[in-house]
């Protein structure tokens, strides 16, 4: 995932933290989001992985 090595804040934001981010991992027909959170210059953190088709997904 380079992205969230090379440029976190290009992924896109969930409310209205600056820091709170999500990351589309696409996969076969559907994919998976990845929630993070960007504590630093040099670290995230990675809160969940969902899936796409699942029935509480936003």
């Known amino acids: 995932m ?3 090595r090379s440029s976190p804040f290009t992924c ?3 409310g ?3 820091f709170l981010r ?3 991992v696409s996969f076969g ?3 998976y989001v990845a929630l993070f959170e960007i504590q630093n210059a040099d670290e995230i953190a990675i809160l ?3 899936h796409q088709l699942e029935d509480d997904y936003h």
Request: glycine share 6%.
């Open 2 to 4: 380079m992205t969230l």
């Open 12 to 14: 896109r934001k969930v």
């Open 22 to 24: 999500e990351l589309i």
């Open 48 to 50: 969940a992985v969902r």
């Open 29 to 31: 027909h559907s994919g």
């Open 16 to 18: 209205s933290s600056a």
